[in-house]
């Protein structure tokens, strides 16, 4: 596989094995677990659970000969890449049931197995171009796509990724989905340890006595136990996360997380599966780490009913609680959820500033990954209204999941611009904002409870900063160490003229 820009290095290249490593790092100390019904709670759709129709619904699907028989012919099949077709032709069927309830508006979707088609994945970009060689294929098990997509070919058109395993099939005696009594299996999480842990402690914890790592243990003989930690109080410092091991089938669902949070740019978080028949485990994915469900056993009742519950998510949960951006759908021209393949040709309302606008052009960096800053940067044109008269500008914005603890990069560039040299050495920040509930913590407490606890929580935040040529395109060679010259004339004058801003250091260490 070729290489790929990695989400702190955007220059550094970075084959498979290396990327699944920095994915297994990430996901061993971020990783939350929470029950299935916390993790439904994410959605909002609790009413609709609680009315007359869905129970209606509900009684006739469970009794539908149709649904029993597509049930039992994904039950028979063993192999793992046969049962990617049976598994999406029972769900749809669902969704056929769920999208006659009397609520709208209902998100028109399909489950499509990728019959061994890789989606094109990347590329990365720096200082405007794309980064040759970065430009890959990477392949899910299945997807959650919309309806109006014709052709799967593409990582922005991934609504939910979802990943198999092989397992033993779990049948009742009558061969029902949906017994009428519940035999659901929980494993008891290990216990937590009291006192927090720093990250270096965390990785001290992960190596066996000899100061060693342990054998990976190979991936048909995992099984997955998730560690439950308990959403605390903000009042206190926020606990690390106890050791996590994460499977290769962990590792992989991440991976199909972070390209699709790269597709395009626009996403906040991303929902997955992975399926080990009867079991299915929800996850969730955001800019601070992983949550997982316990597994749900759909071959009981009340795996059954919790699973159908998160399908009629995927069909009724707004834009915004999917995943997707709203600041980045502030457009006539917004295609539908999972359709939308770029970013260029939006124009969006900057908050707060008299109705200034931003018409987005292209990419000139990106960084890749899970967790992290995850920084977009995009030229663009901005428009002003100033005494009733419009002014065009070329500028770039830049959109940063940075710790939410941070000075914000538009108060300190302002804050430097009260100096007199600052117009010599500073660049220009038009304007900055951190987006409204667009904090990991604010998008975690919809999983049910008002202050979750969230390692290094970050807020997303943006920057319209003037454009400036990349200095790997100056005009003349000369004017390279011209450039440094100033640089350090500059870092002169603000180290013993501005002393003030040397506070500002510790802040503005990278995250």
């Not at 990728?114 to 060689?133: F, I, M, Q, T």
């Not at 560690?227 to 962990?250: E, G, I, K, Q, W």
């Not at 007199?420 to 999983?447: L, M, N, P, Y």
């Not at 450039?483 to 501005?498: A, H």
């Amino acid at each position: 596989m070729a290489p790929e820009a990695s989400s702190c290095h955007s220059s550094s290249f970075h084959a498979q094995d290396d990327i699944d490593n920095l994915l297994k790092d990430e996901l061993r100390l971020s990783t939350v677990s929470v029950t299935a019904d916390a993790f439904l709670h994410f959605a909002s759709l609790q009413t609709l659970w609680d009315s007359p129709g869905w129970s209606e619904m509900v009684n006739r699907l469970t009794a539908d000969e149709t649904q029993l028989q597509l049930k039992r012919v994904w039950d028979g099949v063993h192999n793992k890449p046969d049962q990617y077709r049976p598994f999406c032709d029972w769900v749809e069927h669902l969704v056929q049931f769920i999208t006659q309830l009397p609520r709208g508006p209902a998100r028109k979707i399909r489950f499509v197995p990728s019959d061994d088609k890789n989606l094109a994945c990347g590329p990365s970009y720096l200082n405007g171009k794309e980064v040759e060689g970065t430009a890959t294929a990477f392949k899910p098990d299945v997807v959650c796509m919309d309806a109006g997509v014709t052709e799967l070919n593409k990582w922005s058109q991934v609504l939910v990724p979802m990943q198999f395993k092989k397992g033993s099939s779990s049948l009742t005696a009558s061969g029902s989905a949906v017994p009428q009594t519940s035999d659901l299996q929980t494993r008891a999480p290990p216990v937590t340890p009291p006192k927090s842990q720093s990250r270096d402690q965390l990785k001290r914890s992960r190596e066996g006595g000899d100061g060693k790592s342990g054998p990976q243990e190979k991936e048909a003989e995992i099984s997955t136990i998730y560690d439950v930690h308990h959403f605390d109080s903000l009042a206190t410092p926020p606990p690390r996360p106890v050791h996590y091991d994460p499977t290769m089938n962990d590792i992989r669902l991440a991976r199909y997380a972070m390209q699709t949070f790269a597709a395009v740019g626009n996403r906040t978080h991303v929902f997955a599966l992975f399926v080990k028949h009867p079991n299915i485990t929800l996850w969730y994915f955001d800019r601070c780490g992983a949550v997982c469900a316990s597994p749900i056993n759909i071959s009981t009742l009340e795996g059954f009913l919790l699973f159908i519950k998160f399908i009629s998510t995927l069909v009724y949960m707004r834009n915004d609680l999917l995943g997707f951006n709203p600041f980045f759908s502030n457009s006539a021209t917004t295609a539908p959820a999972g359709t939308r393949e770029t970013l260029f040709g939006l124009t969006l309302t900057i908050p707060n500033s008299d109705n200034a606008t931003l018409t987005l052009q292209e990419v000139l960096d990106r960084r890749m990954g899970v967790v992290g800053r995850a920084t977009l940067v995009c030229k663009a044109e901005l428009k002003k209204n100033i005494e009733g008269e419009t002014q065009v500008q070329e500028v770039v914005i830049k959109s940063s999941w940075q710790h939410s603890l941070r000075i914000r990069e538009s108060n300190i560039l302002n804050d430097l611009y009260e100096s007199d040299q600052a117009q010599d050495h500073i660049v220009r920040c038009f304007h900055g904002w951190e987006q409204t509930e667009a904090t990991v913590s604010s998008q975690r407490a919809k999983f049910g409870e008002p202050t979750p606890s969230v390692v290094d929580d970050r807020a997303l935040r943006h920057t319209v900063l003037e454009y400036l040529n990349p200095i790997t395109q100056l005009s003349q060679p000369f004017h390279i160490p011209s450039i440094g010259w100033n640089i350090m004339q500059g870092t002169y004058d603000f180290i013993f003229e501005q002393p003030q801003f040397l506070t500002l250091g510790p802040k503005l260490s990278s995250s």
